[in-house]
């Protein structure tokens, strides 16, 4: 018997060591499964709020890899926090009326998204969340050219130009891109318009994802012409002044974008 064993035992008043109960090496055998468990759960917890900055972080090296190895790693790192910065507005806009959302996901070449863990009360709100993304991804283009003047380096130049592109490429009204989830507070049928001109684009040079969005598209287009339910109807229900307020700043922000894609825009002849 080692000396802890002996510290350990129990004696009674005539000085007989006391012998365990069935209960008493029960709990002796279970005490290091408990404090194990203990741990574990605690693991857990932190692994629950560690899963969402696992994700977001995991899929934004991901893309910021396959980036690099068309652009270069230094305008990879840029443009991947662009779309952060975009998927963030969309993030602040929803958190802003109380609605549950995902960790932002990057998908290479595909930008980013957000899920909706709950859909949005009406058209007005869906509008405002759609609108936070290209708002807050306008301010981070507006930085980098900010940049660009402090430093005179073009690579801010170009991310500058690239962030004005990416917001008002998702302006334009059409299926789940920013600006058809903003057509529902003006006007579903402006989806059409959206349709139209991404086909022009398609036309003007194929892109399987610009095909991809055309397919994404055609549930909601394919529902301005059918017959719409009381509370599809009431969905659609804001005020004038909601109405004017989104409008103002939709196409505000899209004239601002192109002017921005005009302002940045570097010839070929100054890269080289």
């Known amino acids: 018997m080692d000396e802890k064993e002996y510290s350990d035992r129990k004696y009674d008043a005539t000085g007989q060591p006391v012998q365990p109960t069935l209960w008493g090496k029960v709990k002796k055998v279970l005490a290091p499964v408990g404090i194990a468990f203990a741990v574990f759960f605690k693991f857990l917890v932190k692994l629950k709020f560690l899963l969402p900055v696992l ?8 893309s910021i890899g396959f980036y ?5 790693w230094k305008f990879a790192v840029g443009f991947v926090l662009l779309i952060f910065i975009h ?3 969309h993030l602040v806009a929803a958190k802003r009326f109380g ?5 932002p996901v ?3 070449f595909m930008g980013a ?3 909706l863990k709950e859909a949005p009360h009406n058209a007005w709100v869906e509008a405002e969340v759609g609108i936070g993304g290209p708002l807050l991804g306008t301010f981070g283009a507006i930085i980098c050219e900010v940049i660009y003047y402090a430093t005179g380096n073009l690579l801010f130049r170009a991310l500058a130009y690239s962030g004005c592109m990416l917001n008002l490429f998702n ?5 789940f891109l920013d600006g058809g989830r903003v057509a529902t507070a003006l006007s579903p049928w402006l989806w059409v318009a959206g349709f139209i001109i991404m086909v022009g684009v398609t036309i003007y040079q194929f892109n399987l994802i610009v095909v991809f969005i055309l397919i994404m598209s055609l549930p909601r287009l394919f529902s301005l012409f059918r017959a719409k339910s009381e509370a599809e109807l009431r969905y659609f229900e804001i005020t004038p002044a909601q109405r004017w307020s989104v409008a103002v700043t939709y196409f505000g922000l899209i004239a601002l974008l192109v002017y921005g894609m005009n302002l940045t825009y570097i010839p070929r002849e100054t890269v080289q």
């Not at 994700?55 to 991901?62: A, C, E, N, S, Y």
């Not at 690099?68 to 270069?72: E, L």
């Not at 302006?171 to 299926?175: A, D, E, T």
């Open 106 to 108: 990057f998908i290479p």
């Open 68 to 72: 690099a190895m068309a652009w270069g």
């Open 87 to 89: 998927e963030c507005g």
């Open 113 to 115: 998204f957000i899920a």
């Open 171 to 175: 302006l334009i009204p059409i299926g």
């Open 55 to 62: 994700k977001t972080g995991g899929t934004m090296i991901l």
């Open 99 to 103: 609605l549950k959302v995902g960790a």
